[in-house]
């Protein structure tokens, strides 16, 4: 391998990593060594479909007999294995409808109560009083 793929190699590896790291911080759900490797899928076949789009979308998609190219049916592949991992992963709403409606990285309902019992108890007593928002 040369030192531009490698390097190429290196840039790609760093954003799929990058890619991770934000899904883990959106959905803390997903912070665990168990979803490491579908995250790492779901984060190549990202870069790979932004490869592929980007080249069907700055060519033709129509190859020189008029027919449409094979890229596209690849690409379209593509999306349905990223679709279905991101269903794995509780990322699409039909996986969250299937939580009962709500994402699996949403503050549970007794945590969300108690919290606002602490700001209503510490703007009674003068504490941490903060400005209200809308």
């Known amino acids: 391998m040369g030192v531009p793929r490698l390097k190429q190699a290196i840039k790609k590896d760093q954003q799929t990593r990058r890619i991770v790291r934000r899904l883990q ?9 168990e979803y490491t490797p579908i995250l790492r899928s779901y ?9 592929a789009y980007a080249r069907l979308r700055d060519g033709d998609i129509m190859d020189r007999a008029g027919e449409i190219r ?13 679709t ?3 269903r794995e992963l509780g990322l699409t709403p039909a996986a969250r409808a299937g ?5 699996v990285f949403e503050i549970p309902d007794r945590i969300a109560h108690r919290v606002i019992e602490i700001h209503a108890s510490r703007a009674a007593n003068g504490q941490g009083q903060a400005p209200e928002t809308e």
């Open 43 to 51: 984060a190549r076949l990202t870069l790979l479909i932004e490869r």
């Open 70 to 82: 094979h890229s596209v049916d690849t690409l379209r592949r593509l999306m349905l294995t990223q």
């Open 99 to 103: 939580l009962g409606g709500k994402a």
């Open 25 to 33: 911080r959106a959905c803390p759900h997903l912070d665990a060594p």
């Open 84 to 86: 279905a991992l991101a």
